[in-house]
């Protein structure tokens, strides 16, 4: 079958990692960490995350500032380093309140044969701190890495996807090149790949990005 339904994220994730060239296709909604919510403080950069009215924990200078409940999620690393030739269709479903913690998106590197279609987010946050790397070829500098939402690196289709979200990212002091966006973060061509597409695709929500060099 070329079709791989999904009915949460475990399922999610699993069916990216475990198949190539696929459909995978939501069912229904999903909603994660029910029962939190999230804001943005716009001139620290802080995002709080509250139970009901109670502020549980907050995202400060680059790191959260206390415990993680048990009974709520993050995303500590993305879902996959590629979706693997598949197409993920929502059709037309929601996954509502992910928290990604400083991590570049859900997806590494989106490709070229790889799509995401017809899915929103809603009531998320991702936060972004990036790790630098000197690379081979320029050894008199230092890159970090790049952030969106659903991918750092973009050479795909997004097409009919809605992006709500809270996004933080901070730029290290010494930074010769970043790339943070709302919805992917380094869309170029790169090694003689195209950049890819991206149609009836909306983003909302807040971004704050600081930099390191300006504290």
Known sequence: ????????????????????????????????????SYSLDDTSGDVNVYKGEELVFSYVDG???????????????????????????GNGHTISGLYLDNIPGLITTLGETDTIKNLKFEDCVHTADPEGYIPEDKPDKTYWHHSGFISEYFYGLIENVTVDA??????????????????????????????????????????????????
């Open 63 to 89: 790191e959260i500032d206390s415990d993680i409940p048990a009974d709520f999620t993050v995303i500590s690393a993305p879902w996959a380093e590629h979706l693997n030739g598949n197409t993920l269709d």
């Open 166 to 215: 809270i996004t933080v990212a901070y730029v290290p002091e010494g930074a010769t090149m970043t790339r943070n966006g709302g919805i992917v973060g380094y869309a170029s061509e790169k090694n003689a790949l195209p950049g890819g597409t991206i149609k009836n695709t909306a983003r909302f929500g807040s971004i704050y990005v600081e930099n390191y060099a300006e504290q």
């Open 1 to 36: 079958d070329d079709v791989v339904s999904v009915k949460t994220i475990d399922e999610l994730v699993a069916a990216i990692t475990d198949n190539t060239g696929k459909t995978i296709r939501l069912e229904n909604d999903i909603k994660v960490n029910a029962g939190y």
